[in-house]
């Protein structure tokens, strides 16, 4: 059993940048591969960067990369997203989530993943 709590959301302007923590609890963590969702008001929720349980292999969403970096500190518990740049259409809130199946390669559907966090919101405005 794992359990996440995100933090470090919070209202910045575009072009700005914020980084999200991920702490988790539970001895089996490090063995997990690692998620960013996000999901904005109306819309579903959307994939956004994922980390394998070394840490290795990184998969992005195709329209962030470049923009955001996921990372993860195994000894501390804790994945990250360096979010830069920051678009107002970037606005939602922000979900770290685990997956128990060591995969080749961390997925990218949410039905895929077993533990979330409670959420951080982030605020970009204009």
């Known amino acids: 059993q794992v359990q996440l709590v995100e933090s470090g959301g919070g209202l910045v302007q575009a072009g700005g940048s914020l980084r999200l923590s991920c702490a988790a609890s539970g001895r089996t963590y490090s063995t997990y591969h690692m998620a960013w969702f996000r999901q904005a008001p109306g819309k579903e929720r959307e994939f956004v960067a994922a980390i394998s349980w070394i840490g290795e292999t990184t998969v992005y969403s195709d329209s962030l990369k470049g923009r955001f970096t996921i990372s993860r500190h195994n000894a501390n518990k804790t994945a990250y997203l360096q979010m830069n740049s920051l678009k107002p259409e970037d606005t939602a809130v922000y979900y770290c989530?685990?997956?128990?199946?060591?995969?080749?390669?961390?997925?990218?559907?949410?039905?895929?993943?077993?533990?979330w966090g409670q959420g951080t919101q982030v605020t970009v405005s204009s």
């Open positions: 989530a685990a997956d128990r199946l060591r995969s080749s390669r961390p997925r990218t559907n949410p039905v895929s993943y077993d533990y």
